[in-house]
């Protein structure tokens, strides 16, 4: 029996893997952690039965304590919560579903720990792959993409030989603003900026999703996973989400993952890799799939894109003040108090500003990703 813990349980990623837990009934969950949620996660524990719950918000926690005193579970708070589920001794994989950088830590930790990691914080190897990879490799862990379009590579590697690889190529939907020009943007509302044409996802990714800048996180958690520089990694514009990535082998032929948007498959793949299981939902059907149409990503209009790729390059500190920068500038967004093109604007402004770390510890990740949000509260 596979036994997981997650991070973020209460959120699209960790939702589903609770799905998958429950249709397929042979996986275990030891522990859960959640931000805020806990009457969500108060029907979690009820349901799966962990020995350990965390909450990040310590008033909480205590009022959660309250709610499950009935039941024989451990409930704890804050970081150090947070470090206790990632190595919680039973768990044989953890699975990282929170946002942010607040991933790093517990993620380090849970390597130490022996554990595998599903992985679907991508801020924690955008700002701290030099850390992570190498960790994993001495720790003899594996690390799972649970990203869509990472599954994707992952899963057209298999049965290849890594090191022929010789491009990636990273599809995106383009989000809800594809083929407009950056004029076009002036007046963008959150409300537009939501309405992802293919895929469910939180607030913050999806607005990610519609400036690109999605894509360049995935583009510099793409070059750690798979060990190459960015510019062997390739954005197609890929509208009807089908194809979810391809890779390219030194011999020119290309191998690609298709399938309907649904994340519990790479979620599924990357819990039970490398067995294959049947997943409930929707296929893809040939018969009426009409086309599938490939384009170039507009870097002049979405140019958080090509800010990514220059972070990518550079590496050191550059990509924490890239994602950090993003993770302020979209919060500002949402609250109505900048205007949505200036989410790149700040992004490039901080760049610009910050002198560069070449090989930063993770606490200085962790000051970094300060120094860049009080940056912009000087500021906007």
Not at 121 to 138: C, Y
Request: with cysteine; net charge negative.
């Amino acid at each position: 029996m596979k036994k997981a813990a997650i991070l973020g349980s209460t959120g699209s990623i960790g939702t589903q893997t609770l799905e998958i837990a429950r249709t397929n009934k042979d996986i275990k969950i030891t522990a859960l952690a959640a931000g805020s949620n806990i009457a969500l996660l108060e029907e979690q524990i009820r349901e799966f039965r962990p020995k350990l719950a965390a909450v990040w918000d310590e008033e909480k926690a205590a009022q959660l304590k309250d709610r499950v005193r009935d039941l024989d579970v451990k409930v704890v708070s804050g970081m150090d919560g947070l470090l206790e589920v990632a190595s919680e001794p039973e768990s044989d994989i953890l699975v990282t579903a929170i946002v942010g950088m607040i991933g790093i830590l517990p993620t380090i930790e849970a390597i130490k720990a022996g554990k595998d990691i599903a992985l679907a914080n991508k801020e924690t190897l955008v700002t701290a792959g030099h850390i992570i990879m190498p960790l994993a490799r001495e720790k003899g862990v594996s690390i799972l993409p649970v990203d869509s379009e990472h599954s994707a590579i992952f899963q057209s590697l298999q049965g290849g030989q890594e090191k022929s690889l010789h491009k990636i190529l990273l599809t995106a939907s383009g989000g809800p603003f594809r083929g407009r020009k950056r004029e076009e943007l002036t007046d963008i509302q959150v409300e537009d900026a939501l309405k992802h044409p293919n895929w469910a996802m939180g607030r913050k990714i999806t607005i990610d999703s519609s400036t690109m800048v999605n894509k360049g996180l995935e583009v510099i958690e793409a070059k750690w996973l798979f060990g190459v520089s960015v510019d062997q990694i390739q954005v197609v514009v890929q509208p009807q989400s089908i194809i979810h990535s391809m890779v390219e082998y030194e011999d020119g032929a290309v191998i690609a993952q298709l399938g309907t948007p649904d994340m519990k498959l790479p979620i599924q793949y990357a819990l039970y890799y490398p067995e294959r299981r049947y997943l409930p939902g929707d296929r893809l059907d040939f018969t009426t799939l009409s086309q599938i149409t490939f384009e170039q990503p507009d870097m002049d209009t979405f140019y958080g894109l090509k800010l990514a790729y220059e972070a990518g390059r550079t590496g050191g500190s550059l990509p924490t003040v890239f994602n950090a920068a993003n993770e302020r500038a979209v919060a500002l967004f949402l609250e109505r108090r900048i205007r949505y093109l200036q989410i790149s604007e700040i992004i490039q402004a901080c760049m610009e500003a910050h002198r560069n770390i070449a090989v930063p510890t993770a606490e200085e990740i962790l000051k970094t990703e300060q120094e860049t949000y009080e940056f912009i509260k000087n500021r906007w």
